[in-house]
């Protein structure tokens, strides 16, 4: 989905189609890079991209900070320019140094990064490269990271020629920054097409019993494993026969699993640890929450929707542009005020004990995540962006 307001995909769309049939004959030389594999969102998101950006649009290249994740297998021989113990070290000057020489050697034409580390290191190499296009990514509200660190990446971003958010909230952070309006693209997460296909249920359905899923890596107190373990355990005592799945691994794994023994969940809490099997998951499941704190745009979210799950979250960050309000006539979710979770446990009992809102909203949430969010709709916005700028920087040495 590429936002409707975003000037800069707007302004270029005209140019984009007359030089479609161009890009079709010579491709697009792209370097993308991203800070680790793990399996967060950015990188879920660089990963699918990078695979699906193809001849004969694209010549794809990509880097790498740090070959580290679950992630790390799709791209065996990657090149990683490690930044050292400081952005601003030896170790990270010499990097940079090194991306800007395989930079040119590969002649590319267009570099974006992916997150915060990587548009510290990509943006001033592909600069010193003299890259004709440069694309940074603010893919998170912005609050969590330092205020220091908000304002050096604000910096990188200012000598880009675009940065691609992938919310209207994301982007609004930046227009608050003085960031140019006209320099923002919002581009949403993609779905690939195996996210909409039915799938069968890693964990088998039981009569009588509802599941409820949560999805996020345990690295982060800002996720809320624990506020969502405490509305677990209130519902737990009502109504016995809802089971509550936590998808996700990390280093707060052990303290999570004994917070959810002391507040007597026992056997009603399933711990998967990290899971590749996304759709297979989501199928054993009857509702999913987002309680985190921080979301730009979540792809647990859309993930949900594709698996036509109903889904409730906190109103943060763009989560209100996925989910309609309470009051909606045809509700795709429900939203909570950030923090209540008294009004989080009655609207998660709410759906518990309705089978016939869970599946309107969740078809509705189907419909709306595949209209918006397919890879093919993503892949083409990207597309347009790329080649609306090059087209631009082209015609300007044309007439320089």
């Not at 679950?70 to 930044?83: D, E, I, M, T």
């Not at 107190?221 to 209130?234: E, M, P, Q």
């Not at 979540?298 to 906190?314: F, G, R």
């Not at 923090?339 to 869970?358: K, M, Y």
């Amino acid at each position: 989905m590429i936002s409707e307001t975003s000037a800069l995909a707007a302004s270029g769309e005209t140019s984009n189609r007359a030089n479609r049939h161009a890009a079709a004959l010579e491709p697009i030389i792209v370097f993308l890079m991203v800070n680790t594999f793990e399996t967060g969102g950015s990188e879920r998101q660089f990963t699918l991209l990078a695979q699906n950006f193809k001849a004969p649009q694209f010549q794809v290249n990509v880097g790498c900070i740090n070959p580290r994740g679950p992630l790390a297998h799709h791209f065996p021989g990657v090149p990683r320019f490690p930044l050292g113990r400081s952005l601003f070290g030896l170790q990270s000057l010499r990097s940079r140094l090194k991306l800007s020489r395989h930079l040119r050697e590969h002649r590319v034409e267009v570099a974006h990064a992916f997150d915060f580390y990587a548009n510290l290191t990509l943006i001033p190499a592909a600069k010193l490269a003299r890259i004709p296009v440069v694309i940074g990514s603010h893919r998170q509200i912005g609050d969590l990271i330092t205020p220091w660190q908000f304002r050096a990446q604000t910096a990188a971003f200012r000598c880009c020629d675009a940065i691609v958010c992938n919310s209207e909230a994301a982007a609004q952070r930046l227009i608050d920054a003085d960031i140019a309006r006209n320099k923002i693209a919002v581009i949403g997460n993609a779905l690939p097409d195996a996210a909409f296909a039915r799938a069968k249920p890693l964990l088998p359905k039981r009569p009588g019993v509802v599941r409820a899923v949560m999805v996020a890596r345990m690295n982060h107190r800002y996720k809320n494993h624990s506020g969502f373990l405490r509305i677990a355990s209130k519902i737990h005592r009502r109504m016995p026969n809802t089971e509550f799945v936590l998808v996700g691994d990390g280093p707060l794994r052990p303290e999570l699993e004994k917070e959810s023994a002391e507040l007597g969940l026992e056997s009603s809490a399933i711990f998967l640890g990290d899971r590749q099997d996304m759709p297979e998951v989501l199928a054993s499941a009857d509702i999913a929450v987002n309680p985190s704190d921080s979301e730009s745009l979540s792809n647990v979210i859309l993930e949900a929707m594709a698996s036509s799950l109903p889904v409730i979250a906190y109103d943060v960050g763009g989560n209100s542009e996925l989910l309609s309000r309470i009051t909606n006539a045809d509700p795709r979710g429900l939203l909570i005020p950030k923090g209540d979770e008294n009004s989080f446990t009655v609207a998660l009992e709410t759906l518990i004990e309705d089978p016939a809102l869970r599946e309107r909203m969740g078809a509705n949430g189907f419909q709306f995540a595949r209209d918006r969010f397919s890879l093919t709709s993503v892949c083409q916005g990207y597309a347009d962006l790329y080649s609306a700028l090059l087209h631009k920087k082209r015609r300007g040495s044309s007439a320089s």
